[in-house]
Each structure stands twice: as structure tokens, then as C-alpha cells.
């Protein structure tokens, strides 16, 4: 048996399969603070017999194997998980080998593998909701960068009449501050579920949108960038943000099929929790 966590700043859904994927038992854990919700992860394993786990997780977190703190989330906004180790929580509890990542690194692997980038060699996972998070396949692996990517945290040029200051604690206006749900929450005072498809905040949203997928586009060049979370329930985003794309980049750079190259998640809520199952398997094959 394999298990997986897929630790959200909302919910821990938990999962056990199969040395083929198959599901066969989970659970969802709202997320409090950290001993509480652990305790009910560790009350769902305890029923079951598993030989490794992967772990995705939100970040910050130290996700370099060689660091004193590798597990320790860090400069998050949900105080009581700043600086909590919960690879060494998890590994006090639960002794089979654990694998961790971020929790978009881990599902965009799962795209990858079973999902909406197969075939690829390179993709872009972005998801948009109540914050903006990136993970990166290159040459078909997980970056190992010193540092995961923080796609959500880079500088975006704000349109001329777009005079909210912006919503990140630590940038103001880089784009999850912009452009992640509780940004247009505050800029146009509704919340993005009511606000109208054919209002003007949804065509500040897919440049601000085009905008970043043109620097990830510029800087690496992926095969594939796949568009989830929330906000992308809106469908009539998807065309507009491609439109932008196009528009911004002016023929400079070769995007042969712009249908396929933006795309939407296949495996919609599953990603994480599959990307977790993906990484325990490997740590049994290593
Ligand atoms: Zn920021």
C-alpha cells in the first residue's frame, strides 16, 4: 500500500492505494492548527499498513534535503504552521520513508504522468484561487531548484486603471496579489463566484494572467502550462487569457498551437493526492 497527503492551508485530504494507483481509502481533514490536524492524519493511517508516503504540501517550505530545517514551512500567513516541521512531525509518527514537495510541484507532476501533460517533457502547473501557486516539470522531472518556484509571487505590470493597491503581504502587486481570488474580492467588493462573466474584472484578470504566463513562457519555455484552482471554473477565462497571451507576446516568440498550450487540469481535485501516491511509489523503486 502507498499513502499520500495532500496538505492544503484549508484541507489535508489523506489517501491510501494500491502499487497501482488505485484508491482505496481517504479522508479530508479541515486544517487548524498543526497538532490537532495531525493528530486526525496519523488517527487515518494508523488503520492502515503503508510502505512509503508522499507528501505535497503549502509553502513556503524547506524542501532542500540538504537543509537543518528540510520540512519546516516557513514564511507562511497561517501563524500557527510558521516554522512547523511537518515532514518531522509526520516521520516521528509514521515510520515508512516519506517524500516530500509543494504541493503544486507534486501536482504537476500527477499532470504529467496521468493527467493533461503527457507527452511532454516540460510543463507548468498554475493554479488560481484563494492564492496563485506554480509547479514546474522539467525533462520530465519535479525542478530541483534550491528553493521551489514561487510563480504566484512575481512583479506583473498593473494596468493604467487598475488603482488597487493590491492584496500580498509581503509585495503588494506581484501577481497573487493582483490577481488571486481575495484580490478581486477587495478590488471590485464581490466575490469572484458573483461577479458577472461579462464584467471588466474578468478582462483584467486574464491580462494580469497572459502577463505571467508570458514571463514562465519567456524564461522556460515549457511544452505545456495547464490553468487550475477555482477562479479557472469561470470557462470563458481560458479563451480571453489566450487571446492576451498572443497579444502580449506580438509574434516575438513561436507558440505553435496556443489550444494546446494553455490548457485546464485533467485531473481536476485528484492532482495532489495522485502526485503524492506518483512520489511514494518512486521512493520504493529507488
Ligand atoms: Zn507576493
Known amino acids: 500500500m502507498l499513502g499520500s497527503i495532500e496538505a492544503g492551508g484549508t484541507k489535508f485530504v489523506c489517501a491510501i492505494s494500491d502499487f ?11 486544517t487548524d492548527e498543526p497538532n490537532s490536524t495531525l493528530k486526525k492524519v496519523f488517527d487515518f493511517f494508523s488503520n492502515h499498513t503503508i510502505k512509503s508516503l508522499g507528501l505535497g504540501c503549502f509553502g513556503p517550505i524547506d524542501i532542500n534535503i540538504q537543509s537543518p530545517n528540510y520540512g519546516c514551512i516557513t514564511s507562511t500567513p497561517k501563524l500557527a504552521w510558521r516554522n512547523f516541521n511537518i515532514l518531522k512531525a509526520l516521520s516521528d509518527n509514521i515510520s515508512v520513508p516519506i517524500a516530500l514537495n509543494t504541493d503544486v510541484n ?77 484580490a478581486i474580492e477587495k478590488r471590485w467588493n464581490m466575490k469572484p463566484i458573483a461577479i458577472p462573466d461579462t464584467h471588466n474584472a474578468w478582462e483584467l484578470e486574464a491580462y494580469y494572467l497572459a502577463q505571467a504566463i508570458v514571463n514562465y513562457t519567456l524564461t522556460l519555455s515549457p511544452d505545456i502550462i495547464i490553468l487550475g484552482g477555482g477562479i479557472m471554473h469561470k470557462s470563458f477565462l481560458l479563451p480571453m487569457i489566450k487571446s492576451q497571451v498572443l497579444s502580449i507576446l506580438n509574434g516575438y516568440f513561436p507558440i505553435d498551437n496556443i489550444e494546446q498550450y494553455i490548457v485546464l487540469p485533467k485531473l481536476g ?18
Request: charged share 20%.
Open 20 to 30: 497501482n494507483l488505485n484508491i482505496i481509502d481517504h479522508t479530508t481533514i479541515d
Open 269 to 286: 481535485d485528484k492532482a495532489g493526492i495522485i502526485g503524492g501516491l506518483l512520489l511514494a511509489k518512486e521512493l520504493l523503486q529507488a
Open 106 to 182: 507534486v501536482a504537476a507532476y500527477a499532470e504529467y504522468h496521468k493527467g493533461a501533460a503527457i507527452n511532454t517533457n516540460n510543463c507548468i502547473y498554475l493554479t488560481i484561487g484563494t492564492g496563485i501557486g506554480g509547479g514546474i516539470i522539467i525533462n520530465k522531472k519535479i525542478i530541483d531548484s534550491r528553493h521551489h518556484p514561487e510563480l504566484g509571487h512575481i512583479f506583473i505590470q498593473k494596468r493604467e486603471d487598475d488603482h488597487y493597491i493590491g492584496n500580498c503581504p509581503y509585495h503588494k502587486h506581484c501577481l497573487e496579489g493582483l490577481a488571486a481570488g481575495p
